[in-house]
């Protein structure tokens, strides 16, 4: 992470702008406001134990308002008291059998209490954690446990055989009888332990990246100058836990002294159940769940959140206009990735203005688009995304993986322009771009021609080698139930509206996109890559 300005008095001038701007959102939202003088001497001597971290988050809950559900799962509520008594118990027993300071826990597990909680007991004993996809395979899962050598992994009943045999395993049984261990409380932690959050792996095997601890409520601050979330919101986390965004999604819900709602699978006819049910204000999801939700034909049945906010993939600019004419102008999209955090929001209002943006940076973020030598280009003209701001990663898990810095700033391998109103649009990732017979060719925009056709459900344009040419783009195309749309109808849509060399001279149907749990596409997966 060389070349990144973290100089004392900048790093301290930062925190305290940042922690200053988030106290006003806070304020407006509702979170702070007067408190019991011996709630909030507990509560502080939590956050004084335990610092900005989930165990300190919980404590001060837990001090704050004990009765207070902070999980609705499918075994029931757990106010915060109960979840802060849990995890006490359960630190201790992690602490009998060797987790502390400097070991490592896995976490593989749907979205329920066990991953919150296994979250919670990590950060009292300053114990790092791993977030695993659920999607991973035998040989991912043994490969990453011995990078990152895992001490202990606690784990879903349905993933715990996959989970290797010489690493020691919890399951959902064990885990919760962890919550029975008496004793005094584990010391305090001299340090806070590193959330872990792995990429995506669209290439390959993911790799680790360490997120930093929490020294300043900046991020917050930052999110809540566009998603208007309030204190006590209930907010169902749809997106996995595991991933940037629904762990994100954790933190503020938190914050706010909010409800967690969870559910261990999506499926779109249950969200709508369960907003109602629940009384669900906020959903935090991945596009390809608003996309699902939109397809079912229904609109809310009573209850109406304020806020959809998605991120994790691109969001489609034609679903951001059915979606919110159905549902009413409740969608926020955050562009971002697990070693940037966030780069832009797009408010509802963005969306209707300029459909397909990935929106604009929220406060106290830098947002720059340069070209190949490092220099800023004008609105309209496509570079490279580069981004700072209050919650850079630390680095990579994996030796000799490096990111490109200019100027203090990340970049996120992406390419895109900025609009006249400060808007960011996407063209792609800077790695997707092909070279056709000379041509550079973006896929990103293809994409946008072909999904704008009524008949198409969602398409991947990628690209493939070809002898003639070096390589040439290929569509696969998922078609809604009765379309009519044949090969040369998807090229004609290109070939409307866009150069000859970007019309992809491979068309191919498919009943469905492979993606990972966080609805990017497996590009490695579709039929004919290399």
Not at 164 to 180: I, S
Not at 521 to 530: A, K, Q
């Amino acid at each position: 992470m060389a070349g990144v300005d973290s100089s004392p008095l900048r790093t301290a001038l930062g925190s305290a702008l940042g922690t200053s701007r988030a106290l006003v959102a806070l304020t407006r939202s509702g979170v702070v406001r007067p408190i019991r003088p011996d709630r909030l001497v507990q509560g502080l001597a939590g956050l004084a134990r335990y610092r900005l971290t989930l165990a300190g988050g919980y404590a001060f809950g837990a001090a704050r308002h004990p009765e207070r559900p902070a999980v609705v799962d499918d075994a029931g509520t757990l106010t915060y008291a109960e979840l802060h008594t849990r995890t006490g118990g359960m630190a201790r027993g992690l602490a009998r059998r060797g987790v502390g300071e400097g070991t490592r826990i896995g976490v593989l597990c749907r979205n329920h209490r066990t991953p919150v909680e296994a979250m919670v007991t990590a950060s009292t004993l300053g114990a790092d954690v791993v977030l695993l996809n659920t999607g991973l395979s035998p040989d991912q899962l043994a490969e990453i446990a011995d990078e990152l050598d895992l001490h202990t992994v606690i784990a879903d009943d349905e993933f715990r055989d996959l989970v290797p045999a010489d690493r020691t395993v919890l399951g959902e049984a064990e885990f919760e009888a962890l919550a029975d261990t008496p004793g005094p409380a584990p010391a305090r932690p001299r340090r806070e332990g590193r959330m872990i959050v792995l990429t995506s792996g669209t290439t390959g095997t993911p790799k680790g990246a360490r997120r930093p601890p929490i020294s300043n409520l900046g991020p917050a601050a930052a999110i809540l100058s566009v998603i208007p979330l309030r204190a006590a919101d209930r907010v169902l986390i749809a997106a996995p836990l595991f991933h940037t965004w629904g762990n994100a999604g954790l933190l503020l819900t938190l914050l706010q002294g909010g409800t967690l709602v969870l559910r261990r699978r999506f499926d779109p006819e249950d969200v709508l159940d369960t907003v109602e049910e629940q009384d669900v204000q906020v959903i935090i999801a991945v596009p390809v769940m608003a996309q699902r939700l939109h397809e079912t034909g229904r609109g809310w049945r009573g209850r109406r959140p304020r806020i959809v906010a998605v991120s994790g993939s691109a969001l489609p600019s034609g679903l951001a206009l059915d979606f919110m004419d159905r549902y009413g102008d409740c969608l926020y999209n955050l562009y971002g990735s697990t070693e940037v955090s966030w780069v832009s929001i797009a408010s509802p209002r963005d969306l209707r203005e300029a459909p397909g943006t990935a929106g604009r940076a929220p406060v106290g973020t830098v947002l720059r688009i340069l070209d190949d030598d490092g220099r800023a280009v004008p609105p309209g003209t496509d570079g490279r995304v580069f981004v700072g701001n209050d919650m850079p990663f630390e680095g990579y898990t994996r030796p000799g993986t490096e990111i490109e810095i200019h100027d203090g700033l990340i970049g996120t391998g992406d390419l895109g322009h900025l609009d006249d109103a400060g808007r960011l649009h996407l063209t792609g990732r800077g790695d997707d771009m092909i070279v056709s017979g000379g041509e550079n060719v973006h896929p990103g925009p293809v994409e946008d021609l072909i999904a704008a056709d009524a008949g198409v459900r969602e398409v991947a344009v990628v690209g493939v080698s070809d002898e003639r040419f070096g390589q040439r783009l290929a569509a696969y195309v998922v078609l809604h139930p009765g379309a009519d749309l044949d090969e040369d109808g998807v090229r004609e849509l290109v070939r409307a509206k866009a150069a000859r060399f970007a019309v992809p001279r491979d068309v191919v149907f498919l009943d469905e996109l492979p993606r990972n749990q966080t609805g990017k596409v497996l590009s490695r997966e579709l039929p004919g890559r290399d």
